[in-house]
């Protein structure tokens, strides 16, 4: 259950590598919710924007009980500031996703990383009269330290951290402990590490079981690699 309120199921899907083949990225985001995924993440960075569009795409009009979260705060490389946390930036960076979701209320939406030149309180407080707008429902952080997220919490209710995880890197235990304390989904990007081999089925597996709050959403442009990764729930 994401935040109390969302029933999702522990294996979703990350949308990063859809971008590059639009038409193949469609096929896979399909067979995902046929295969029983209902939780999607992207992001306005991965392939600055078409990542949501091809979401969109390919699961507009979504069917009900799909939950997709995004993030906003980081740039692709062609503006002035690569983090951008800024309260203007982020409601911008908000309803451009909007758009391109073809959505009215992103379910889950994620600060992408921590901008060091605004405080966390005035980004996430931005978030915050985004959801109190009805542009979001929930609010997450992604590659937070336990001391940012409670910075984080010091001004509204998050439910999710999204850092990087997997059985090869776990400078993360930290707050994925902190996470299963306190309830909070903690969803790792780049799940099954480099140099892992075990299988992707035996990664994403050994993920689920180090915590309950973990919700895995491994990624790929390959309806093949997508139904091999669903085995690990099979």
């Known amino acids: 259950m994401l935040g109390g309120e969302l029933e999702v199921r522990r294996l979703g899907f990350g949308s990063m590598r859809i971008v590059d083949d639009r ?17 999607i993440d992207t992001a306005d960075i991965y392939g600055a924007g078409r990542s949501e569009e091809i979401v969109a795409e390919a699961l507009h009009p979504y069917p009900e009980g799909l939950v997709i979260t995004t993030k906003g705060g980081l740039g692709w490389g ?7 946390g800024r ?7 908000c309803d451009a996703s909007l758009r391109r979701l073809k959505l009215e209320r992103i379910d889950l939406y994620q600060l992408h990383r921590h901008d060091p030149e605004v405080p966390i309180e005035e980004s996430i407080g931005a978030l915050e009269q985004l959801r109190v707008e009805g542009k979001i429902r ?9 001391e940012q997220l409670r910075r984080a919490q010091s001004v509204t209710r998050i439910v999710s951290v999204q850092n990087q995880y997997n059985r090869g890197l776990l400078t993360s235990d930290d707050v994925v402990d902190v996470c299963t304390e306190e309830g909070i989904a903690f969803m790792p990007w780049a799940p099954l590490g480099e140099g892992l081999t075990r299988g992707s089925a035996y990664e994403i597996q050994w993920l689920l079981d180090r915590s309950p709050v973990i919700l895995a959403i491994p990624g790929t442009s390959s309806v093949g690699h997508l139904e091999e990764n669903m085995r690990a729930v099979a």
């Open 87 to 93: 309260p203007e930036h982020l409601r911008e960076a």
């Open 23 to 39: 038409e193949e990225g469609v096929r896979v985001l399909r067979r995902a919710v046929e295969l029983g995924v209902n939780f």
């Open 78 to 84: 062609l503006q002035d500031r690569i983090r951008d």
């Open 138 to 146: 929930m609010i997450g952080v992604s590659n937070f330290s336990v």
